[in-house]
């Protein structure tokens, strides 16, 4: 039988994957894809072409079905955890968007510390940008004071340092280190002759994306755009900003940050490169050259002696191994991650809380039955203004940079403890691989 046009049959491989061979051409030999170790990971192939939307505004029989198989089992006293909002994102998302690597990928403990400073990096980054709007238009009726330089460097050096929290998560992700070699597009030992160039592609994509609907959710649903295109232009640089392009499309405006502002929201550290020797600026945090505390390279991974972290460095490296119980209690404000469960619906939306005197009004207003009119209007009035204008969480406060650097005798080898994976959530959504894969399979 000629080898010419001969179709590889479909099989079973793994948990839910399909290997679907290509057909093989006279004189080439058909290699399995699983032959080795490191070649056992089948990341997404379709590719992702423009805006995703994720299914955001599900009904109640949609919700009570996330609830009962997906949602992770709490307790009344506990709090919401970065699980939660991963559990949501990946319900919402499209169903191209649900794999096995996205999957495991995303229920590594490195990852979580990805995810935790990318959270913290955008809440400052919005915080920021607030008050810088509002000194800009502060100028033009008043004089800039000495000091106010002052306080705008200390913005831009609490920026920087965020970045760079992301940033030396980032670097093991892209360079496949430590639990990231399994998914490295060049292979494990990374002894790959031909990189796979479309598999990695989309699963940076996919990734990148469903990390950005995370930070959205981590942060009440607020600013999206915003969000989007600043982790865009983190990942990729400026000019492969593929969100912003699309938003000055639309919109048909400029959305560069005002001239005044872009030395405080993107620091020093921008390298200006040709287009093919551009860096993510991630990568130029890394390289600055600037006074950086190494310990910041290995927070939330070396098991640093407690005496040798400043109170700055503690907060930083409490917000990406602490668990979400101690958020409060050690001063860490990341979005809604550690904030009451009680308080939010199956969405994650703010449930509102009324004030003791709506209350009391609502139960006095059930009781009797004629009001006069000057008192229904009196209590409309107080009606609007009782539910509490509260704010979904408070904003980061870092602790002022310590000029006394902290000298180790010896370099620290030892490793802290990394934040344990859900494997029960993790279970749930590769059986729910399982499931679609079967279905594609059953249609095809």
């Known amino acids: 039988m000629s080898m010419k046009n001969v179709l590889c049959t479909k099989t079973y ?6 290997k679907l061979t290509n057909l093989c051409t006279e004189g080439s030999y058909c290699t399995s894809d699983y032959d080795t170790p490191e070649q056992n990971v089948v990341g997404p192939t379709k590719r992702i072409v423009g805006p995703v939307t994720f299914r955001d505004d599900i009904d109640v029989f949609e919700q009570l079905r996330f609830k009962k198989r997906y949602q992770r089992k709490c307790c009344p006293t506990d709090v919401v955890t970065l699980q939660d909002v991963k559990d949501l994102a990946l319900y919402t998302a499209p ?15 490195s990852t979580e510390r990805l995810i935790r400073a990318s959270i913290m990096y955008s809440q400052y980054y919005l915080q920021i940008t607030d008050v810088l709007k509002k ?12 000091s ?19 940033a030396k998560e980032y670097c093991g992700f ?10 490295h597009h060049m292979g494990r030992s990374k002894t790959k002759t031909c990189p796979l160039l479309k598999k990695d592609r989309v699963l940076f994509e996919t990734i990148v ?8 959710i981590a942060l009440g649903r607020k600013s999206f755009d915003e969000i989007e295109i600043e982790m865009h232009r983190l990942f990729k640089s400026h000019i492969f900003n593929f969100a912003q392009h699309s938003a000055e499309q639309k919109t048909k405006k400029n959305l560069n940050v005002v001239p005044r502002e872009v030395g405080v929201l993107r620091g020093k550290c921008m390298m200006n490169k040709q287009k093919l020797n551009t860096l993510s600026p991630l990568m130029d945090e890394v390289h600055c050259k600037k006074n950086i505390d190494y310990k910041m390279f290995g927070i939330g991974v070396i098991e640093y002696p407690r005496e040798s972290l400043s109170s700055r460095l503690r907060l930083l490296e409490g917000a990406l191994t602490l668990p979400e119980t101690s958020f409060e209690k050690n001063g860490i ?5 550690g904030a009451p469960r009680s308080c939010f619906d199956t969405m994650l939306n703010e449930i509102p809380m009324l004030s003791p005197a709506q209350s009391s009004f609502g139960l006095q207003k059930s009781r009797s039955s004629k009001i006069g009119q000057s008192r229904r209007s009196l209590a409309q009035m107080s009606r609007k203004s009782s539910v509490l204008s509260q704010a979904l969480y408070k904003n980061i406060r870092l602790p002022p940079k310590d000029e006394a650097l902290y000298q180790l005798d ?7 403890k990394p934040i344990k994976p859900c494997l029960i959530q993790r279970k749930k959504w590769l059986n729910k691989v399982l499931q679609i894969s079967k279905a594609h399979f059953i249609m095809k």
Do not use: C
């Not at 238009?137 to 000495?146: A, G, M, N, R, V």
């Open 13 to 18: 491989i793994g948990i839910g994957m399909i």
């Open 95 to 109: 169903p191209r968007f649900l794999d096995r690597d996205v999957i495991n990928i995303l229920h590594l403990a």
């Open 135 to 146: 000194r800009t238009s502060e100028l033009l009726e008043k004089i800039p004071s000495p």
């Open 148 to 166: 106010s330089k002052i306080i705008e460097d200390v913005y831009r050096e609490n920026l920087e340092d965020f970045r760079l929290l992301v």
């Open 174 to 183: 892209i360079t496949g280190a430590g639990e990231f070699a399994k998914y």
């Open 209 to 216: 994306r469903i990390i950005i609907q995370i930070i959205w």
């Open 333 to 337: 404000n990341m979005g809604i991650l």
């Open 410 to 416: 010896e370099f620290v080898s030892e490793t802290k």
